[in-house]
């Protein structure tokens, strides 16, 4: 159900291009912040022998995880990352 998956993306599919360019890390990154501009991440993978484009429509631009401590709950975090 996730966009990535409505496009046709696939396990062992392999992205070797962005936008009609060789894939790197920034160029995909550049895509991704330009998402809510233009609505899709244009990629272009490898699909057995095949070279596929695939479309996915997104417009959320880059989103990053972050951790948020809950005061009501032991801090286990903690625990695991205390010095020995």
Do not use: C, N
Not at 9 to 38: H, K, N
């Amino acid at each position: 159900g996730s966009p990535a998956d409505a496009a046709g993306l696939a396990p062992r599919m392999r992205v070797v291009g962005v936008d009609g360019y060789v894939w790197s890390r920034q160029r995909f990154q550049d895509a991704l912040e330009q998402s809510p501009v233009t609505g899709e991440l244009r990629l272009l993978v490898t699909s057995g022998d095949r070279l596929v484009e695939r479309v996915i429509r997104y417009d959320g631009g880059p989103r990053y995880m972050a951790l948020r401590r809950d005061a009501e709950t032991p801090d286990l975090l903690a625990d695991i990352l205390r010095a020995r």
